[in-house]
């Protein structure tokens, strides 16, 4: 069982940045490829980023590659998304999800545990 707690939503200019964190429970978060996700109001939730295991490897959305960037530090059992350069659009509430693999994958239904998200807004 793995258990998820995100931090550092908050409000925002367009323009400006944040900082999200996701704190993992459970000694194989090490194991687990990480993800980031958001969901606007009336739209399903879509992948924004994720990292493998070892943080050898990313991805992101189209629409924020270059914006934003994902990272880990498995010694705090703790992935990060640096978001930079926000827009209205951004605005979501934004979720952590761990999956019990390596590997990371961008859909939904890939991972197991997610945590209770937390809302980024970016007013314009």
């Known amino acids: 069982q793995v258990q998820l707690v995100e931090s550092g939503g908050g ?3 367009a323009g400006g940045s944040l900082r999200l964190s996701c704190a993992a429970s459970g000694r194989t978060f090490s194991m687990h490829a990480m993800g980031w996700f958001r969901q606007a109001p009336g ?6 980023a994720a990292i493998s295991w070892n ?6 959305a ?7 960037t994902i990272s880990r530090d498995n ?4 992935v990060y998304l640096q978001m930079n350069s926000l827009k209205p659009e951004d605005t979501a509430v934004y979720y ?12 939904v239904r890939e ?14």
């Open 11 to 13: 409000l925002v200019q």
């Open 55 to 60: 943080g050898g490897d990313a991805g992101y």
């Open 75 to 78: 010694a705090k059992n703790t």
């Open 111 to 124: 991972y197991d545990y997610w945590g209770q998200g937390t809302q980024v807004t970016v007013s314009s």
């Open 43 to 48: 739209k399903e939730r879509e992948f924004v």
């Open 62 to 68: 189209d629409s924020v590659k270059g914006r934003f």
């Open 96 to 107: 952590c999800a761990s999956r019990s693999g390596g590997y990371y994958y961008t859909a």
